[in-house]
């Protein structure tokens, strides 16, 4: 078991352009988070699907991102129009919780992508 | 609904225990607890599910009262690994966690 992965681990961009992050999770878990983390603050709930069905988002994620995870296996984070206010680090977690529901089992992190807007 | 953990910051020798408490108004479906260090993911340490619930392994233990609206994380003996800011994560049976405010922990030698 390799853990959760993210591509890239950091990335800095100018504001207005579009940015695509990666998160690989553990195999066979069905469950897929996404997190944004500024400094000093816990991480905050974006979204999450349960295989490849998106089943919340949060307030936070206004209509410039979108996400997407095909076939239940990785999933894309996509920032378009890239604001300053979007540097962050946005955390990916993946869990085995098999049905929609409460959070039951363990949410491992992957390390992160941390994106600086300039 | 972010519950509130306190202290904000606790400095400690090696070997001092410590005590960090997550708040919530309302009652809670589990209560997750991860250690985080600077510019690294955050590190599952433990989850309760239950109320009256108290678990731990090797020197960190945490409880989750019978209301199940309060949780406490319980570090013995410190070392200068347990260095960082601990975060409770709480599910109010909506699917997601919502994180606690942070305790940051620092261990001096």
């Known amino acids: 078991d390799t853990g959760v992965s993210q591509d890239p681990r950091h990335k800095i961009t100018k504001r207005g352009q579009n940015v695509t992050f990666r998160c690989d999770p553990i195999?066979?878990?069905?469950?897929l988070y996404w997190y944004r983390q500024t400094l000093g603050q816990g991480p905050e709930f974006l979204t999450y699907?349960?295989?490849?069905?998106?089943?919340?988002k949060s307030r936070l994620l206004s209509d410039r991102f979108s996400a997407e995870r095909p076939k239940g296996s990785f999933s894309t984070l996509e920032i378009q129009h890239t604001e300053q206010g979007d540097s962050a680090m946005y955390l990916c977690?993946?869990?085995?919780?098999?049905?929609?529901?409460?959070?039951?089992?363990?949410?491992?992190f992957g390390p992160g992508t941390r994106l600086l807007v300039l | 609904q972010q519950p509130v953990q306190s202290p904000q910051a606790v400095i400690l020798r090696e070997g001092e225990d410590a005590v960090i408490n997550c708040s919530s108004s309302?009652?809670?479906?589990?209560v997750h607890w991860y250690r985080q260090k600077h510019g690294e993911a955050p590190v599952f340490l433990m989850i309760?599910?239950?109320?009256?619930e108290q678990k731990g392994h090797d020197k960190i233990s945490a409880s989750f009262n019978e209301k199940k609206q309060q949780s406490s994380l319980y570090l013995t003996a410190s070392q200068l690994s347990y260095s960082g800011t601990y975060f409770c994560?709480?599910?109010?049976?909506?699917?997601?966690?919502?994180f606690g405010t942070g305790t940051r922990l620092t261990i001096i030698p």
């Open positions: 977690a993946s869990s085995l919780d098999e049905t929609p529901g409460p959070v039951g089992e363990t949410q491992y």
């Open positions: 699907f349960q295989n490849e069905a998106q089943l919340e």
């Open positions: 309760l599910l239950k109320g009256g």
């Open positions: 195999s066979e878990h069905n469950r």
């Open positions: 994560g709480t599910d109010f049976g909506n699917e997601k966690l919502t």
């Open positions: 309302k009652a809670l479906y589990s």
